[in-house]
């Protein structure tokens, strides 16, 4: 969405393969859930999904002015 060159029908093509991403990838991790919650009360083995922990996410640090 930064690029300049883009006309507005582009971005907008860009913006909706983004978005049809980012729900693909929110729906795997929503059925990873729920198997794990079905395993869970089943089985009483809980195990944490890779998808569903947050190994790898960058702190964000803010510069004071």
Not at 1 to 15: I, Y
Not at 49 to 56: I, M, R, S, T
Request: hydrophobic content about 35%; glycine content about 2%.
């Amino acid at each position: 969405m930064n690029d300049d060159s883009l006309n507005l029908d582009e971005e907008l093509k860009r913006a909706k393969a983004i978005s049809n991403v980012s729900d693909k990838l929110i729906q795997s991790a929503d059925l990873s859930y729920r198997v794990m919650k079905l395993r869970a009360d089943v089985t009483g083995d809980i195990e944490t999904p890779d998808v569903l922990e947050a190994k790898h996410v960058k702190k964000i640090e803010f510069k004071d002015n």
